[in-house]
């Protein structure tokens, strides 16, 4: 009982969070429209998360909270998440909202093929199958051969890879500390290694952007620290279909903000990932089974 009530909540977290991280990607795209380098906007997200984030996790985990027990995995959890904010704020120079995040959305079927090998979760042939049909649903919205590839296809390609790495570290290393504490952690790892790189492009922001760069932190800070929350409480390939949600506000804002609507063609690409989503979500609640 106690489990159940465990994965429910952290399916309502997951879907919390997904209807919180489009806004981090409005901010970062009228960022960029500005003219602001990525990298800086990447510098932003993680500077703001640190301090957003410190003062609960001192409170929380005391001076020792500070610095993680294991800095090797949280840096390289951290690598992965600055990749995937790097490559997803890239491709939106290139690519409207929601055609970012249709192309994003391979990070949960990747999520489901390498869960066997990080995390030692059982992945039978029927959902193998689903990873393979999701394959073609991603190669729907891309279309490679039918249009020219935008550099944007690829970038989002790249950042939903990334974040999957980020998130099977993520469910590898939940339980170990507090969300919150985690939070900061990957933040202030973060906020030093692109500190460092982010000298060269700095440009000195207006008042008006200092107030995006905040908006920029709360949102990526919350809506993280609702994933970690989730993976502490379920299973990754079970969360990991539910990112899909994120397409509804996504097209909302995208909308909304830019005035920007996805194509017939990437609607269907996204059902087609949508729906091998939720089959693969079916058949883990299908566990107690020996095997598929």
């Known amino acids: 009982m106690e489990q159940g009530r465990g ?51 001192a409170r929380i985990g005391g001076m020792r909270g500070l610095w993680p027990s294991r800095p090797g995995m949280h840096a390289l959890r951290t690598a992965f998440l600055i990749g995937a904010t790097f490559c997803f704020f890239f491709a939106l120079k290139f690519l409207p909202i929601a055609d970012a995040l249709a192309i994003f959305f391979v990070q949960p079927l990747v999520v489901t093929a390498l869960s066997p090998l990080v995390l030692g979760e059982r992945v039978g042939p029927r959902r193998w199958a689903a990873v393979a049909v999701g394959f073609i649903g991603t190669l729907v919205i891309i279309r490679p051969g039918f249009q020219a590839v935008n550099p944007g296809m690829l970038l989002a390609l790249a950042a939903g890879t990334s974040l999957a790495l980020y998130m099977l570290i993520t469910r590898r290393m939940a339980g170990r500390d507090h969300a919150m504490v985690t939070t900061f952690q990957t933040s202030l790892i973060g906020a030093i290694a692109v500190s460092l790189a982010v000298i060269p492009v700095w440009q000195a922001p207006t008042p008006a952007q200092w107030t995006l760069f905040l908006a920029l932190g709360f949102v990526a800070t919350f809506g993280h620290y609702l994933i970690v929350m989730a993976y502490d409480r379920a299973e990754a390939s079970l969360l990991a279909p539910l990112a899909y949600t994120e397409m509804i506000m996504a097209v909302a804002v995208g909308w909304w903000f830019f005035g920007d609507f996805p194509d017939l063609w990437t609607f269907v690409g996204v059902g087609i990932l949508m729906a091998c989503a939720l089959y693969i979500s079916a058949r883990e609640r299908a566990v107690t089974k020996p095997a598929e």
């Open 7 to 57: 994965t429910l909540a952290g399916i309502g977290l997951m879907l919390a969070a997904m209807a919180v991280l489009p806004f981090l990607d409005v901010v970062a795209k009228t960022l960029g429209q500005q003219g602001m380098p990525i990298l800086q906007i990447v510098w932003a997200r993680m500077a703001m998360g640190t301090l957003m984030t410190a003062p609960f996790a």
